[in-house]
């Protein structure tokens, strides 16, 4: 399984970015995937995640009422728009999925298993 970020790049404060996740290989049975960042000199935080067995999204309080986690109907592309962005959501964005039942809690990266490389989001004036 691989999983590819997209998406970033530089926003103005207010503005509106959308990460894709692109997804190929072999997925798990049931598995969740999530949105991570980590901002420079800050550890990796969980942002919003999702999971094939449960469509309820999870957001982080950070992300609440501006982030919203979406997936596509055959769950090979999931996306984070982010709206309202702020210079504290400059980051590396990352995604991450791991199988059903490997996990505890879908924003700890410590529990999420494969990885992208991630995507430079920037928010200047």
């Known amino acids: 399984v691989q999983v590819v970020e997209s998406g970033g790049g530089l926003a103005h404060i207010g503005g509106s970015l959308r990460l894709s996740c692109a997804i190929s290989g072999d997925t798990f049975d049931d598995w969740a995937i999530g949105w991570f960042r980590q901002a420079p000199g800050k550890e990796r935080e969980g942002v919003s995640c999702?999971?094939?067995?449960?469509?309820?999204?999870r957001l982080a309080d950070s992300a609440k009422g501006r982030f919203t986690i979406s997936v596509d109907s055959a769950w090979k592309t999931v996306y984070l728009q982010m709206n309202s962005l702020t210079p504290e959501d400059t980051a590396v964005y990352y995604c991450?999925?791991?199988?059903?039942?490997?996990?505890?809690?879908?924003?700890?990266?410590?529990?999420?298993?494969?990885w992208g490389k991630g995507t430079l989001v920037t928010v200047s004036a």
């Open positions: 999702l999971s094939t067995s449960s469509m309820t999204p």
């Open positions: 991450a999925i791991v199988s059903e039942g490997d996990y505890n809690d879908c924003l700890e990266a410590d529990d999420m298993d494969i």
